[in-house]
């Protein structure tokens, strides 16, 4: 079972990966979209996260605790400034992870970590009973069907014949063929 695994080691000593991620969210702060495996994805996600919900509460606090995630000062201002802004009508999720395929060096599998776009606002429908239309206003009539297409027979499809017909000659209905018990060769009438 996996109790008390708190993150992934990503193959690192604390230190490195400490500096990893933290080069990794600088990156995705600036350029809000980077190309990495999926583990190291799903990992900076925890901290990308994080950071918007700090700028969105926009304290003295808040600025330095992201400023102690980040060590950098202009992304910390671009937080605060920007992406919080972006984000302020949602409560959670604000990154999303796009698997992108495989690495053709060592086949790891790669994925795009990026900032979700600025959503349109919609208005929201308001519960309750819908207002129906007034009757005055009448549906146009239904255009007329055109007429169905005629069934295609294996003849006319051009494509092969069913078993029961291969090598038989096609009669006129009501016209049947009377048959004696000998054969017919080529140049006996029919």
Do not use: W
């Not at 802004?85 to 690495?103: C, H, L, M, Q, W």
């Not at 255009?143 to 003849?155: D, E, F, G, I, S």
């Amino acid at each position: 079972m996996r109790h008390a695994i708190a993150h992934r080691k990503l193959g690192r000593t604390p230190g490195h990966r400490k500096a990893l991620l933290r080069n990794m969210m600088n990156a995705l702060v600036r350029s809000e979209r980077i190309e990495t495996t999926v583990a190291k994805a799903k990992e900076v996600r925890r901290l990308a996260d994080r950071l918007i919900t700090l700028g969105k509460q926009d304290t003295t606090h808040a600025r330095r605790r992201t400023f102690s995630l980040l060590c950098d000062k202009g992304n910390t201002e671009k937080i605060f400034a920007t992406l919080a802004a972006r984000f302020s009508g949602r409560e959670g999720g604000y990154t999303r992870i796009v698997r992108t395929g495989y690495r053709a060096g060592d086949g790891s599998e790669m994925a795009i970590l990026e900032y979700l776009p600025e959503e349109e606002k919609k208005p929201k429908a308001k519960k309750g009973k819908k207002k129906k239309a007034p009757a005055a206003k009448e549906k146009p009539a239904a255009k007329t069907a055109a007429p169905a297409k005629p069934v295609r027979t294996a003849k006319k499809a051009g494509g092969k014949r069913s078993a029961d017909s291969r090598g038989k000659r096609e009669e006129p209905e009501g016209e049947k063929r009377k048959t004696t018990g000998k054969r017919m060769t080529k140049g006996e009438p029919g």
